[in-house]
């Protein structure tokens, strides 16, 4: 019987099969931000473990209020920088070199192919575009994680997704994956993994996988997995050429993990994306999706452009040509956060900031910041977001906010008009 990525990386790592269906990994990264992490590091403390399985495979990062804006986010930027200098964590990026997580890692290379990745943040999800095992853990896991290198998973299920057709003009792989969270609902994929196939997928560059894989997690789904690629080898090749004596060697390497033609699913769905118009949210939860065509006339009283989800390279330039030669809306605030400081100064480079200031709107520093609420641009009662990140909960971006979630091209045509509107309209 023929076998999946997900479950061909948890045989290579197995170290224990306890009981039943669960399996205790061998990790390969434990990826760790400022509000979690504190609290797991505070336990192992008093618990007189202070210690780390190995410094090498652990990557940090003050990425989600940053800088502090209070005393009690400065005490957690202190606790987990004082921590990482102690055990000597190198890759422990602050201000200056922080960003979001799921955008810098990648951009590091430090996500690959076969590997497992634990984080304690739910959308960990987003480093299954590069063929990994990558899930979301709470602070238990993760101080087993950070003290012994290993955790504890239900051996996996996998939804099988694919994704055929041909993309219409102005439609995006955030507009896909709302797509595909509204086909399976915010439960539909609860305790699997989702592998996404098809020639849509194969199509697409890392940064589009990356958003694709980011919203596993709000269909329930453990991990978002797209099997590695040329495409793969390519983003990653700096980072691997020392270990492999050609590209085609590395693919050959990576390929072993892809899932056998006779691999067993719990579940499949094919979704043809070739009519698929852009999509937005209208409610608090994620599987909300409506066609923004159904959505016009929505106003608006800010503009989110960034997150793991959409604060990438690509996201900043779709939305910048857009944008171009036009002002915002007076009644709305823009705010773009790039998600790295590569991306920002890129984006410098390409004449992608300029775009935005010009148009009206205030470039951020790299940090999560407006996209969970916590800085950098949270909503008053009763104001209306449009936001490229992941999630509309109830009070998301602030107490008594609405927030839709939709591409980079349509938060950008939304912040021009100041309702939800298609990009299209600005189509040059
Ligand atoms: C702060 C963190 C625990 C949280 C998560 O896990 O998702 C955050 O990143 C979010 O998006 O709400
Ligand atoms: S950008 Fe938003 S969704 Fe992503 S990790 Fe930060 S807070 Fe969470």
Redesign the pocket.
């Known amino acids: 019987m023929g076998k999946t990525i997900a479950e061909k990386i948890f045989d290579a790592h197995l170290v224990d099969e306890p009981f039943g269906d669960v399996s205790v990994l061998k990790l390969d990264r434990v990826f760790c931000h400022e509000i979690t992490t504190p609290t797991a590091i505070q336990d192992l403390v008093a618990r007189g473990k202070d210690r780390v399985f190995d410094p090498e495979k652990i990557k940090a990062v003050i ?2 209020v940053t800088p502090a804006k209070d005393s009690k986010t400065a005490m957690q930027g202190k606790i987990l920088r004082d921590w990482a200098k102690r055990h000597k964590i190198k890759d422990f990026f602050d201000i200056g070199h922080n960003g ?3 955008a810098i890692f990648p951009e590091k290379g430090f996500a690959r192919p076969g590997f497992t990745i634990i984080m304690g ?3 960990t999800c987003t480093h299954g575009a590069f063929g990994a095992f990558a899930a979301g853990v709470g602070t238990t896991d993760l101080e087993v994680g950070i003290l012994k290198g290993v955790c504890t998973f239900k051996k996996p299920e996998t939804y099988k997704i694919e994704i055929v057709g041909t993309l219409q003009n102005g439609v995006y792989a955030k507009d896909i994956i709302l797509k595909v969270i509204q086909e399976l609902g915010v439960n539909g994929a609860t305790n699997m993994v989702i592998e996404f196939r098809g020639n849509i997928v194969d199509e697409m560059n890392m940064d589009q996988r990356m958003t694709l894989s980011n919203m596993a997690v709000e269909a329930g789904a453990t991990s978002g997995i797209c099997l590695p690629d040329m495409t793969t080898v390519e983003y990653l090749w700096d980072f691997i050429k020392d270990e492999h004596a050609s590209k085609q060697e590395a693919l050959e390497t990576f390929s072993t993990f892809n899932s056998d033609e006779d691999a067993v699913y719990a579940n499949q769905k094919t979704i043809d994306v070739s009519d698929l118009e852009p999509l937005t949210t209208f409610g608090y939860k994620p599987d909300n999706v409506k066609p923004v065509s159904q959505m016009k006339g929505t106003k608006i009283d800010q503009v989110y452009i960034g ?3 959409n ?1 990438r390279l690509e996201d900043l330039r779709i939305a910048a040509k857009v944008l171009e030669g036009h002002t915002i809306n007076e009644n709305v605030r823009g705010i773009v956060s790039p998600a790295t400081p590569k991306i920002f100064s890129q984006a410098l480079e390409e004449g992608i900031i300029k775009i935005f200031m010009e148009s009206g709107f205030c470039v951020t520093n790299p940090t ?1 910041g407006a ?2 609420g916590m800085s950098n641009g949270v909503l008053a009662d009763g104001e209306v977001a449009a936001a490229t ?3 509309n909960f109830n009070g998301r971006m602030g107490k008594g906010g609405m927030v839709h979630l939709m591409s980079p091209a349509t938060a950008a045509a939304s912040a021009i008009t100041g309702e939800i509107s298609n990009s299209s309209l600005f189509c040059k």
């Open positions: 990425d989600h979001v997580c799921h943040d739910s959308h997150s793991c989800t604060g999560c996209c969970l990140t992941n999630r």
